[in-house]
């Protein structure tokens, strides 16, 4: 497990109602959402914009999604998702996360989420924005 100073991003969040399912616990998809929303919050704070980045014609995709469950969310329970991001090869980078309740730090999910940027064409290509960003830091997840 990472301490809190190896983590280029947290952002704390809590679980609401709805998303649990009939057990009481967050319903397993759920999770994606939230891993999704930390990777928009942090590309935000490095100044990659996904709407900017889709009016110029390039589209950053997920093509891989690899979760490991480790104990369940609640409602009403206060989470931190962590992450880092690193180049996986020339036309991939990955975000290494992990969601943790709070206070008590417990991974709650670990997650692999690969993806790609696509050009105009709809082909894999790495926009200057991003190479700079993952060019800057070699943290190994």
Not at 22 to 42: C, D, F, K, P, T
Not at 87 to 95: G, T, Y
Request: aromatic share 10%; proline share 4%.
């Amino acid at each position: 497990m990472m301490n809190n100073e190896q983590y280029a991003f947290s952002i704390e969040m809590d679980v609401r109602d709805y998303e649990c399912d009939m057990q009481g616990i967050v319903n397993n998809s759920v999770y994606q959402n939230y891993l999704e929303h930390a990777r928009h919050q942090y590309l935000k704070t490095v100044g990659i914009d996904f709407r900017q980045f889709t009016e110029k014609g390039i589209n950053l995709v997920v093509i891989r999604a690899e979760l490991d469950y480790k104990s369940p969310l609640r409602s009403g329970d206060r989470f931190a998702v962590r992450l880092n991001m690193v180049r996986e090869s020339p036309l991939k980078f990955a975000f290494y996360q992990e969601i943790m309740r709070l206070p008590d730090m417990k991974t709650a999910v670990k997650a692999r989420i690969t993806g790609t940027a696509l050009n105009g064409r709809g082909r894999p290509e790495i926009p200057e924005e991003l190479d700079r960003l993952m060019a800057k830091k070699e943290i190994k997840a």
